[in-house]
């Protein structure tokens, strides 16, 4: 079994290695429009830009936060199903808190309202 796994890994080696050195050499039509820098959307040779939402930025960042933190609570639940212990249970309430009281005082600044009343 072990030899045949080998010889599996080194067929798709060399195969992907041929198609590598076969696709490599192609001429592709080049043309200024590919060879112009791509900067998110924006031209990089016009002066002015559009003018970018900084609440829209303000809430992409929030999300970025809040979307790492809930992340981080995966493998704590994963680990609860295996033992609990009083350490653990006091850890992942405070973070919870912590979590929680973020949120609702993002919420009470208006950060999270997409439109301002």
Excluded at 11 to 27: D, P, S, V
Excluded at 32 to 43: R, S
Excluded at 65 to 90: C, G, Q, R, Y
Aim: glycine share 2%; charged share 10%.
């Amino acid at each position: 079994m072990l030899i045949l796994t080998i010889m599996f890994t080194v067929i798709l080696c060399l195969i992907l290695i041929l198609i590598y050195y076969m696709t490599n050499y192609l001429n592709y039509s080049t043309s200024q429009e590919k060879q112009t820098p791509f900067e998110c959307g924006f031209d990089p040779l016009s002066k002015m830009r559009s003018p970018f939402s900084t609440r829209f930025f303000l809430l992409v960042v929030l999300f970025l936060i809040f979307d790492v933190e809930i992340a981080l609570l995966f493998p704590v639940l994963n680990m609860l199903s295996v033992k609990v212990s009083l350490f653990m249970t006091m850890a992942l309430l405070i973070f919870l808190i912590v979590l929680l009281f973020g949120m609702f005082h993002e919420w009470k600044e208006g950060a999270l309202d997409w439109f301002s009343n």
